[in-house]
């Protein structure tokens, strides 16, 4: 694994499990936790979903491209980012650089299982969710791909997966790998 800054950066898809992995995995290493989309709530003074609805996903990516700038000139901090965040160019490489990135992923039935009848998450909105949890997964794979571990996060517990990534952390491949 190729460390470029000291933050741990956690990317992938919504109910995969960024925040409370990434919570946990701070405290496991003495470290801040910081969620990115906790900030771009405060930066707009409004919920994400709140956002969207009143202002659109472009006003909602311009903040979020400001917050990631923000985050990743930091250190030591475990940065769990929203599931989208990554898929901009400028965002992945300001990430990338600051640190080690993990992509956690889910199969499409647990992700549907996790988030529910959620009515909080605008890139779920319409008629068929399992269909756009699948069209999301495929647009934003390319992206995610450019993590330096992926972990599996479908069938593990919290500890299970803050466990993985540590081992990762202290024994690290010399490419990306799968856990």
């Known amino acids: 694994m190729q460390n470029r800054g000291s933050n741990i950066v956690l990317t992938g898809f919504m109910a995969t499990g960024k ?15 910081v969620d990115l989309d906790t900030l771009i709530e405060a930066e707009a003074g409004m919920p994400i979903p709140q956002l969207f609805s009143e202002r659109g996903e472009a006003p909602f990516r311009a903040i979020e491209a400001a917050m990631v ?25 300001l990430l990338k650089d600051s640190g080690t990135m993990i992509a956690l992923v889910a199969d499409p039935a647990t992700i549907l299982a996790r988030v529910g009848g959620a009515t909080d998450r605008p890139m779920l909105q319409g008629e068929d969710p399992r ?23 479908s069938t593990r517990t919290v500890e299970e997966v803050v466990e993985c990534i540590v081992r990762r952390l202290e024994d690290p491949p010399s490419s990306h790998s799968k856990e």
């Open 131 to 153: 269909l756009r949890i699948e069209q999301l997964l495929a647009a934003r794979a390319r992206a995610y791909a450019q993590a330096d571990v992926t972990v599996d996060t």
């Open 19 to 33: 925040t409370s992995v990434g919570k946990r995995l701070a405290e496991r290493l003495g470290c801040e936790f």
């Open 69 to 93: 700038e923000r985050v990743a000139r930091r250190e030591r901090c475990v940065i769990a980012t929203g599931g989208g965040a990554v898929v901009d160019p400028r965002n992945l490489t």
